[in-house]
């Protein structure tokens, strides 16, 4: 019991200077501090625990032999021998401060929500063999990659996916907002990864419409991006706009490419009847320049439509966790120094 009250006291010191410093610091604030995980506190056994313990098991202190037992004697005791106990005051306190950054103390006045702004897009991509074209600098493929990444950087809050599309059609990556490893997919896109000899948009515009049914956001895009005309066999891209425009999907379509006006190998007037079935719009982009242009018209077409989300409360962690950090380092010093203890 000598031991475990000089050393609870010092623990309440402490304890008791780090309060008074932050009610300083917070003032009113104090009022709006709540915990988020306030189970946390039974950990504090813990440390209690261990002094007391400590305390029933510590042996008996050591002796040391004097040849003048009586000059000791007159010598006294000295001041240091009144906070031999600091140290493992201040180790306590610091273990129970540690108990509450764990309890994460948080302030309602500061409370903020997430919001996102509510757009699922999924990008369908034609990787059809006419891609290597080198009429958009250096090549459609490269191109498109570029303005692609661009989209993704400028839509840092909404979930995107991709698509890939030749004869048949895959998924690269499902609705995702870790844009970084989506950019990554992008540029490690080739051609000739599926079979291009085709061009199947109503397989690609099919697939991506499957990756929307994972999404319950109240704006749902579809973005395709194409440099030919559909020739392969299976979905046909009008009965997808019809199924997507019942579900609400838009779809905007992108035709790149230099083609000359009665080229067989586009139709701009079915990607014109797909996009505005849906209520999208279409474009033609013949050059880098309008390439970009399109996508930038793109994104000031996409509206937002703000979700609340959690409501989420500043964090106060750091204001214990500092404390509980100089108290230890003062624990240290002290049995280092002053009150280092021997043998």
């Given amino acids: 019991m000598r031991v475990i009250v000089p050393t609870l006291g010092w623990a309440i010191a402490a304890l008791l200077g780090v309060a008074a410093g932050l009610s300083a610091m917070l003032r009113d604030g104090l009022v709006h501090v709540t915990f988020r995980e306030p189970w946390w506190a039974l950990l504090a056994v813990v440390p209690l625990t261990a002094v007391i313990v400590r305390a029933w098991l510590r042996p008996r202190p050591a002796?040391?032999?004097?040849?003048?037992?009586?000059?000791?004697?007159?010598?006294?005791?000295?001041?240091?021998?009144?906070?031999?106990?600091?140290?493992?005051?201040?180790?306590?306190?610091?273990?129970?401060?540690?108990?509450?950054?764990?309890?994460?103390?948080?302030?309602?006045?500061?409370?903020?929500?997430?919001?996102?702004?509510g757009i699922d897009i999924v990008i369908a991509f034609d990787l059809s063999e006419s891609m290597e074209t080198p009429d958009i600098p250096p090549s459609r493929m490269v191109a498109a990659q570029a303005v692609i990444d661009a989209f993704i950087t400028r839509r840092p809050r909404d979930r995107i996916g991709l698509v890939a599309f030749g004869s048949t059609a895959s998924t690269v990556s499902p609705l995702t907002i870790d844009h970084g490893v989506l950019r990554a997919m992008v540029r490690r896109l080739t051609l000739r990864t599926m079979d291009g000899s085709t061009t199947a948009i109503g397989a690609g515009l099919g697939m991506a419409l499957n990756r929307l049914s994972e999404s319950d956001a109240k704006s749902q895009v579809i973005v395709l991006l194409t440099d030919g005309v559909h020739n392969a066999e299976g979905l046909d891209p009008d009965t997808i706009a019809q199924a997507a425009a019942e579900r609400g999907v838009r779809i905007y379509t992108v035709l790149m490419g230099q083609h000359q006006r009665n080229d067989g190998n586009v139709d701009p007037a079915r990607l014109e009847r797909v996009a505005a079935a849906t209520g999208g719009f279409a474009y033609t982009a013949a050059d880098e320049t309008t390439l970009s242009g399109s996508f930038q018209d793109l994104l000031d077409k996409l509206d937002t439509s703000d979700i609340e989300g959690q409501s989420v409360l500043p964090e106060l962690y750091a204001w214990l966790l500092w404390p509980a950090l100089l108290l230890l380092l003062g624990d240290v010093v002290l049995r280092s120094t002053r009150l280092r203890r021997f043998p």
Avoid at 66 to 85: C, E, I, P, Q, Y
Avoid at 93 to 99: F, G, I, K, N, T
């Fill in 63 to 117: 002796t040391m032999r004097f040849s003048r037992t009586n000059s000791l004697m007159r010598a006294g005791r000295g001041v240091a021998v009144h906070f031999v106990d600091v140290p493992d005051g201040l180790r306590l306190a610091a273990a129970m401060l540690l108990c509450g950054t764990l309890m994460r103390p948080q302030s309602t006045r500061g409370a903020d929500r997430i919001s996102r702004e």
